[in-house]
């Protein structure tokens, strides 16, 4: 497998730190409002890289965060007037049904900063002691100068950066000892929450907080760290420099990041009005139209997102489920029989296909242009006279590969309320009548379906498990 590493600007082949496992650490978003389309691009992109990971057998740990400490979370919370803690929570929440909707599976951990403190405090220290990092009136500011590889992920020179910084200076940060210096640690500012900490009452800095949980879940070396192209500098740069500095080792050895989303050929922004959250678009299409549409351009392309894009994504996924459930559909009925070696070869060669995609970088494009051939195959090839073993090894083949892409082809097995609630009166007249055995039935039935029914004095209250 090749991955293209922002740190080499070069493909290479993926060697991991440890044979068979892959540590992959994604920044996730700050909770202050529903997410936006922009956001659900690395999300779609790098659970897909997850699930390929997973395809070719890898035990993958997957981290990524929630920064629900921030000041735009403040500032939204001041408005509201509550503690940020609600805000954070609340929208935590709402991003979960988003990636639900757009089947991104959990990461193996989802770290929250506010819970990991102690641990950012005790690596500020840590960098405080080798003299990496200093304390000025209770703010503690990284020493970027001490760091002799500052700029290698984003190729920027410090002196550069330096002039084009000095006349930028906050009021506030003349204590700087240089313009390019980050913060670590800040002072506690009147109704902001804040932690105890050597250096008094305050809170983190955001880039510490990604080298924090990333060290704790995954070990101060991992494979993989991923986020938006947004994120190189000064996200990533900085990070690289706490976490190299603090451990003396190198941090990440793949650096990935995915192009941005724009709207209409423009950069997306709320100022310009051309802004879609992720549940905007839930109104009027299925969230898997979304993924499919982010899968179908190379992740460090950016990718324009339009209503004709949408309806053609659409579409294709529409093509593509039908053809997996006319396969499924005669699987259930084929007669024994065999495989044609033929026929079996020219699968295969797809599945090939493929797989040389999504080896070479995760070329989600080309993959998807391979699926689609293995769909017009079957179309064509999977008939009614098929064997058993031909119309099973079809269908093994494309649900396999629509799982790596994330795409869902099962009819939903979930019941509907309305279901629920015709089999509990059903069970109901049934217990008039005497008639236990269907009310017992019913319930079992429900049961398996993780409902769980309560008999109360109002009625029959029932919740899925
Ligand atoms: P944020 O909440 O702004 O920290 O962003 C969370 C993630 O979404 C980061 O990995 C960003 O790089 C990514 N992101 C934000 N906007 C866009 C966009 N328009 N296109 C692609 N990725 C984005
Ligand atoms: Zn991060």
Known sequence: MKIYNTLTRKKEEFIPLESGKVRMYVCGPTVYNLIHIGNARPMIFFDTVRRYFEYRHYKVNYVSNFTDVDDKIIKKAQEEGVEASVISERYIAECRKDMEGMNVRPATTTPLATQEIDGMIEMISTLIEKGFAYEVDGTVYYRVRKFADYGKLSGKNLDDLRSGNRTLLVTGEEQKEDPMDFVLWKPKKEGEPYWESPWGKGRPGWHIECSVMSKKYLGEQIDIHGGGEDLIFPHHENEIAQSEAASGKEFSHYWMHNAFLNIDNKK???????????????????????????????????????????????????????????????????????????????????????????????????????????????????????????????????????????????????????????????????????????ADEIRDQLAEKGILLKDTREGVKWSRA
């Open 268 to 438: 997306m922004s709320k100022s310009l009005g051309n802004f879609f959250t992720v549940r905007d678009i839930s109104e009027k299409y299925d969230l898997q139209v979304l993924r499919f549409f982010m899968l179908s351009a190379h992740y460090r392309s950016p990718l324009n997102f339009s209503a004709e894009l949408m309806e053609a994504a659409k579409n294709g996924l529409d093509r593509i489920v039908t053809a997996v459930r006319r396969v499924e559909e005669l699987d259930a009925k084929a007669a024994p029989g065999e495989l044609d070696p033929e026929t079996k070869e020219a699968v295969d060669a797809l599945v090939c296909k493929f797989e040389e995609a999504m080896d070479d970088d995760f070329n989600t494009a080309d993959g998807i242009a391979a699926l689609f051939e293995l769909v017009k195959l079957a179309n064509t090839t999977v008939t009614e006279e098929s064997s058993a073993a031909c119309t099973a090894y079809f269908r093994e083949k494309m649900q396999t590969l629509c799982q790596v892409l994330g795409i869902i082809t099962t009819v939903s097995e979930e019941m509907l309320d309305e279901e629920i609630e015709a089999l509990i009166e059903e069970r109901q007249t049934a217990r008039k009548a005497k008639n236990f055995a269907r």
